[in-house]
Nanobody, 114 residues
């Protein structure tokens, strides 16, 4: 099993930045993909960014502003978010895929004020 714990959420003004962190515990071996999703009130959960063996994938809406990175030695994945906008207020979830199984963190709230 894999446990994921997010941190780094909070309140930021429009145009500001936040850095999210996600630490994995449990069985880390075999985790191929890690990433971030978000869910705004009344909306479906959506992909933000993923990273697999150094290859990254971003939602079009965050390209050029968000950067995902991973430190396998620390069993962690990070999301640097710049130029945040109010519509990006959401709960941000850490994600990992291991041998076809999906794992999720409990989420961290990001609120962007206008």
């Amino acid at each position: 099993q894999v446990q994921l714990v997010e941190s780094g959420g909070g309140l930021v003004q429009a145009g500001g930045s936040l850095r999210l962190s996600c630490a994995a515990s449990g069985i880390f071996f075999g985790i191929m993909t890690m990433g971030w999703y978000r869910q705004a009130p009344g909306k479906q959960r959506e992909l933000v960014a993923t990273i697999t063996s150094g290859n990254t994938n971003y939602a079009d809406s965050v390209k050029g502003r968000f950067t995902i990175s991973r430190d396998n030695a620390k069993k962690s994945v990070y999301l640097q978010m710049n130029s945040l906008q109010p519509e990006e207020t959401a709960v941000y979830y850490c994600y990992a895929k291991r041998f076809g199984n999906d794992f999720w963190g409990q989420g961290t709230q990001v609120t962007v004020s206008s």
